[in-house]
């Protein structure tokens, strides 16, 4: 089987919700008359990144009596929609989530479990963490989601690994830092590393997509990317500038990469789960020694 | 530890960053155009450079702003650059805006009545900036904005800086990149607002060294002791350090008293490019 994905590599309006939902339809409507079968939009795609006291402005609801969500479902009859919002619960905390939306139905929402606040990060400042990292069934498969700083930590792609995912999406607002004499900044090249380890390490396919523009000083720098389960890099789309890029994942390659390199089938899971209970049973160490 | 820390940058990639930057930053904030005073110097060349690129040279107004004492090269070399991108320009004279001020007080330094020409053209670069209909686009680099070697509310003064992430050495690397002028990037930097007046004479030490210093310090998180481990002198070290950090005011905005559950720089958080 094969599954078209559409990087949607967007900029956003800060804080504006309506102007941003009408740049989603917008490309949903091109990506299914190019042929995608999904379409990816990177981490707060309807909102802005850097969004701080306008936060609870823009929470939404994923449900089709939201009226950010009801136009956004419906689209999702024809191909299947990830957008990333900024999620209110029925006790009022706000988190950063992403949600896979396919056939008029939220499939599964991811709320992002870390929340950078560091550096010139300040998520954990406006934002509550998710608690749960779960791959979920798909028409093309069983998925797993995660949003930037989630896949900065090598354990949530571990996890959805065994929890079934074959195909990741990852969703990043990535600030660009790190000007060198390099032809790419720090932080791109760094994303890039990890996204194609992962994809060798966990044999399957990993799909990134990242914001473009600028936020006050902060630029972000795009550059999408899919990669199959061999690491090899299936297709990106461009520095800085707003694109629709379409690469097409042949499914069929796990099998043929899994049967030269069992790395699933010889995970150790059991003494994985035995060192971790034995590493963490001591309680004066909450990270491990 | 490396001594002598690589400050060496990409230039397309940091051209692209800042002329996309320029571009998103004035337009979204309804405007098409920008003011920037041109001293005839490298930094306010750069940015010259930068935001033509950016707007398209006819939507840039370069000011000159000479005083009595400024020096006839600072002039020309502003003019240079203002022929090498082809931006508008405009040539005000601050000399009578400032002397009377300066000659009511006949005690006053060189470095007073150098304040007073900062601030008198950063009047005119606001004026303009109404004028003309753009946003002012600062001209600070790294160093400069570090150490505090500016003039509050004068040539600090700005609605964007592109430069404020690069320091002088890089500003260099960069300027040769987009083809500003040799003889400016060459020449000793100054402010102009004496005659003879050099910034590395002024500073007491060479951009490249205090570049390079600070790029440890500040960049790499080295600490003091291990800047002067890595072969600076401890002088020098704690003299860059103390400066820093006394400096500190003109990189903040004043603080406000706190009274109320919510006020201003402390608890009322939004970006500058608020919904758009």
Known sequence: MKLTVALAQINTVLGNLQRNLEKHLSLIQEAHARGADLVVFPELSLTGYVLQDLTPAVACKPRADDPVFQPLLAASQKLDVVVSFVEEDVRNRFYISAAYLSRGQALHVHRKVYLPTYGLFDEGRFFAWGDTVQAFDTPYGRVGMLICEDFWHASPPYLLWLDGADVFLFMSASPGRGLSDRPELASARWVNHILRAYASLYTSFVVHTNR???EDGLNFWGSAAAFDPNGDLLGEGPAFEEALTLVELDLNQLHRTRSRLPLLRD??????????????SDRSRNSGR | MNPAPDLSINTDLARRILTGFICSEITRMGFSRAVINLSGGIDSALSCFLTAEALGPENVLAIRLPYRTSSPESLEHAQMVIEATGVRSLTVEITPMVDPLIERFPEMDALR?????????????YDQSAA???????????????????TLYGDSACAINPLGDLYKTQVRQLARAVGVPAVIIEKPPSADLWVGQTDEGELGYTYAEVD???YLMVDERYTPEEC????????FVRAVVERVRRN?????????AKLSHRTIGYDFLYLRDWGT
């Open chain 2, 248 to 256: 500190q005011f003109k990189r903040v905005l004043p603080p406000v």
């Open chain 2, 228 to 235: 002067i481990e890595a072969g600076f002198a401890p002088g």
């Open chain 2, 212 to 214: 390079r210093l600070l």
């Open chain 1, 267 to 280: 995970e150790r899971t059991a003494l994985v789960q035995r060192e971790l209970n034995r590493i963490l």
């Open chain 2, 132 to 150: 003309f209909q753009g946003l002012a686009v600062g001209t600070g680099n790294k160093t400069e904005i570090l150490l505090g070697y500016t």
């Open chain 2, 113 to 125: 009545k150098g304040n007073i020409m900062a601030r008198a053209r950063m009047i005119v670069l």
């Open chain 1, 212 to 214: 473009v523009g600028f």
